[in-house]
């Protein structure tokens, strides 16, 4: 028997094999979901720490801060230690104001750009839809978080969230998704879990082959 005859009859095998219904949607449950996913704590200051955890483990910074003041505060010191000469942001008015007040030469994304102009930004400064605490994840869209290139081309991205913003699980992210844009979906949603990264190369990790070096998260 050859080798094709083989992945055939292998084929056929697998195919009498009668798949679970999930209720008889075809589908896995959110339940069975959180089954197999790891805890992420039952109280609002255990999925804070957890994000924090996971955030670090990844090679990203998370901050709590506790206001706009110490939040500019920050954002001045990193653009003084990085020597950061042109910023990149969206009209949000909480990453808006925070970019603009670095003074310094300011590319905003809804107006329309040069993808050349946005490559020679030092940091991308965008809001957030979500902080999944699970995978230490943040989740942005195209339509909260100033397009698709302001999160890639800088090589530091700075997110800005709000406390409210943290949910437990990825179900969690879905749901609130769903609940924000209902039908109407933005087109581009993604799941940004620290800095770009590839271990192609002989399995050594090297950060920013795809995207951001590095990853800042304030959170509000």
């Given at each position: 028997?050859?080798?094709?005859?083989?992945?055939?009859?292998?084929?056929r095998?697998?195919?009498?094999?009668?798949?679970?219904?999930?209720?008889?949607?075809?589908?896995?449950?959110?339940?069975?979901?959180?089954?197999?996913?790891?805890?992420?704590?039952?109280?609002?200051?255990?999925?804070?720490?957890?994000?924090?955890?996971?955030?670090?483990?990844?090679?990203?910074t998370?901050?709590l801060?506790?206001?706009?003041?110490?939040?500019?505060?920050?954002?001045?010191?990193?653009?003084?230690?990085e020597?950061?000469?042109?910023?990149?942001?969206?009209?949000?008015?909480?990453?808006?104001?925070?970019?603009?007040g670095?003074?310094?030469?300011?590319?905003?994304?809804?107006?329309?750009?040069?993808?050349?102009?946005?490559?020679?930004?030092?940091?991308?400064?965008?809001?957030?839809?979500?902080l999944?605490?699970?995978?230490?994840?943040v989740?942005?869209?195209?339509?909260?978080?100033?397009?698709?290139?302001?999160?890639?081309?800088?090589?530091?991205?700075?997110?800005?969230?709000?406390?409210?913003?943290?949910?437990?699980?990825?179900?969690?992210?879905?749901?609130?998704?769903?609940?924000?844009?209902?039908?109407?979906?933005?087109?581009?949603?993604?799941?940004?879990?620290?800095?770009?990264?590839?271990?192609d190369?002989?399995?050594?990790?090297?950060?920013?082959?795809h995207?951001?070096?590095?990853?800042?998260?304030?959170?509000?």
């Amino acid at each position: 028997m050859s080798e094709r005859e083989n992945i055939f009859n292998r084929i056929r095998e697998a195919l009498t094999v009668e798949a679970h219904s999930h209720n008889g949607t075809g589908l896995p449950t959110t339940a069975e979901h959180r089954g197999v996913m790891p805890p992420v704590g039952a109280s609002e200051d255990e999925r804070f720490a957890l994000f924090a955890k996971n955030a670090s483990d990844l090679k990203a910074t998370f901050k709590l801060v506790k206001d706009a003041g110490e939040l500019t505060a920050e954002l001045r010191a990193l653009r003084d230690t990085e020597k950061w000469q042109r910023v990149a942001t969206h009209k949000s008015p909480l990453a808006q104001t925070h970019a603009i007040g670095l003074g310094l030469p300011t590319l905003v994304t809804d107006d329309g750009y040069d993808k050349h102009d946005m490559e020679q930004c030092d940091v991308g400064i965008s809001v957030c839809d979500a902080l999944i605490a699970q995978t230490g994840t943040v989740l942005v869209t195209s339509r909260n978080s100033g397009g698709r290139a302001l999160s890639c081309l800088p090589p530091h991205h700075v997110v800005i969230a709000r406390r409210e913003q943290l949910v437990a699980d990825l179900p969690a992210a879905f749901a609130m998704v769903k609940k924000i844009y209902s039908a109407n979906y933005p087109s581009m949603i993604s799941f940004i879990t620290g800095p770009s990264r590839t271990g192609d190369i002989e399995r050594i990790l090297v950060l920013g082959a795809h995207g951001p070096k590095k990853l800042t998260i304030f959170c509000l």
